[in-house]
């Protein structure tokens, strides 16, 4: 079945610098989504990307789709300590309409 | 006013009994779900009702069961506790297919099975 993959689980930085992060996938994806899940907390929406080559921007968040659709990056510019959490991506299964399958997710820890 | 809430937020039990957590949106969507959560944090779809039926069930030990009375509305009953159920479990919903968009996710309920 299709695997959405994210490795490594986890990556420590020092506040300031910059993050990027990987999400790959076995199959070609109709979208993406990621997702952030803070310490304790639940999962929660950042963005989704459903055109080839999209860049989408939140603040200091840049989140991108490949030219294939088989795989998306996350940068986070100038890290800060409210950045800490866990960030999935997610993709649909089986096609367009099916259930998502998420990634493992990894941990960012921020030292200040 | 909480989009997905489950309650209860945290449950200690024994081994052996039988438990349930309920989750309750507002937002209108048809389409439920629940996730389990492991200590590595893997996110792993269990079930998903549209509309009060079920769409999506993984492979999950058939001492989950889940209920949903309306589409408001998906509980999850689970018997013989074990534990290896202990986990966190996450309700959530979603835009119905196919406009399958993003998931609010409830809080969570921490499972931790004695």
């Known amino acids: 079945g299709q695997q959405v993959m994210q490795i490594p689980q986890y990556q420590h930085v020092q506040e300031g610098e910059d993050f990027t992060t990987y999400c790959n996938s076995s199959?070609?994806?109709?979208?993406i989504q990621w997702y952030k899940q803070r310490p304790g907390g639940h999962p929660v929406f950042l963005i989704q990307l459903v055109k080839s080559g999209e860049v989408k921007k939140q603040k200091r968040l840049t989140f991108q789709f490949g030219e294939a659709k088989k795989n998306s990056s996350l940068h986070i510019t100038a890290t800060q300590t409210t950045d800490v959490g866990t960030y999935f991506c997610?993709?649909?299964?089986?096609?367009?309409?099916?259930?998502?399958?998420f990634g493992k997710g990894i941990t960012l820890s921020v030292r200040p | 006013d909480t989009a997905v809430s489950q309650t209860p937020k945290y449950l200690v039990t024994q081994m052996g009994n039988d438990k349930s957590i309920k989750c309750e949106q507002n937002?209108?969507?048809?389409?439920m779900y629940w996730y389990k959560q492991d200590s590595k944090k893997f996110l792993k779809i269990m079930f998903s009702?549209?509309?009060?039926?079920?769409?999506i069930n993984e492979t999950v030990p058939n001492r989950f069961s889940p209920k949903s009375p309306d589409k408001a509305h998906l509980n999850l009953h689970i018997n013989s506790l074990e534990l290896g159920d202990s986990a966190v479990y996450f309700c959530?919903?979603?835009?119905?297919?196919?406009?399958?968009?993003?998931?609010?996710f409830g809080e969570g309920s921490r499972l931790t099975v004695l």
């Open positions: 937002l209108g969507h048809d389409t």
């Open positions: 009702y549209n509309n009060k039926e079920l769409i």
């Open positions: 997610a993709g649909p299964a089986g096609g367009a309409n099916s259930k998502l399958t």
């Open positions: 959530a919903s979603s835009p119905p297919l196919p406009m399958a968009g993003e998931l609010f």
């Open positions: 199959t070609t994806l109709s979208n």
